[in-house]
């Protein structure tokens, strides 16, 4: 069973185009996470919920919108899609607040943007 | 602030060498020091933790010890294999936060 899923695996589009990435796990944890990684591995974090509510929200452009419906989906919308937007964008979701728990990624999204 | 600091690579080993990744942390806190390994095309995967001073974690032969005197988290193995290529970063979590610092990642590449 796949504990993070992420859909889909691979997508190349336009530049100005917009679209969506998925995520869901099936831990029940209650925090969920949005990174990007660059060409040289740099992991930024971008987002995290914790129960459906926003908790982190780094510096990321307003194109970049996360959306939790519950606490088992993240998603992430992009719009106007640029060139540097190219990137692995992977999920991750961890345990509530105790700090020992570890995070469990998904296998990422690799988006090129032509 | 918190942030994690690890050794450039890419570090390349012939098989059956020691390998050392040095990792060192500054927090405000009494974090969790983790290790996470990501081979090529996949996500990230826990390695081990250390969730308070002198613990060491230890999984698949590497180790780590959580040292708070030094702020240091070094990963080990006495004997690398082929199969151990990949890149391993280095992340602490501190208690009641829900933030995850990354290292910048660290390449092996382990020759046969």
């Known amino acids: 069973d796949t504990a993070v899923s992420q859909t889909p695996k691979y997508l190349v589009t336009q530049m100005g185009n917009d679209k969506s990435i998925k995520c869901e796990q099936n831990?029940?944890?209650?925090?969920m996470y949005w990174y990007k990684q660059d060409s040289k591995k740099f992991l930024k974090i971008m987002f995290s919920?914790?129960?459906?509510?926003?908790?982190i929200n780094e510096t990321v452009p307003n194109r970049f919108s996360p959306k939790s419906p519950d606490k088992a989906h993240l998603n992430l919308h992009i719009n106007s899609l640029e060139l540097g937007d190219s990137a692995v964008y992977f999920c991750?979701?961890?345990?509530?607040?105790?700090?020992?728990?570890?995070?469990?990624f998904g296998p990422g999204t690799r988006l090129t943007v032509l | 602030g918190n942030s994690v600091t690890q050794m450039e690579g890419p570090v390349t080993l012939s098989e059956e060498a020691f390998l050392t990744i040095n990792c060192t942390y500054t927090?405000?806190?009494?974090?969790?020091l983790f290790w996470y390994v990501q081979y090529p095309g996949e996500g990230l995967q826990l390695l081990l933790k250390?969730?308070?001073?002198?613990d060491k974690g230890s999984n698949k032969g590497f180790e780590a010890t959580y040292r708070k005197e030094t702020t240091s988290f070094h990963l080990e193995k006495g004997s690398v294999q082929v199969s151990d290529s990949a890149v391993y970063f280095c992340?602490?979590?501190?208690?009641?936060?829900?933030?995850?610092?990354f290292g910048s990642g660290t390449k092996l590449n382990v020759k046969p």
């Open positions: 927090a405000t806190g009494y974090p969790s």
């Open positions: 992340a602490l979590r501190e208690a009641n936060f829900n933030k995850f610092y």
């Open positions: 991750a979701s961890s345990r509530g607040l105790a700090g020992g728990h570890e995070q469990f």
């Open positions: 250390a969730t308070k001073a002198d």
């Open positions: 831990l029940g944890h209650d925090t």
């Open positions: 919920y914790n129960n459906k509510e926003l908790i």
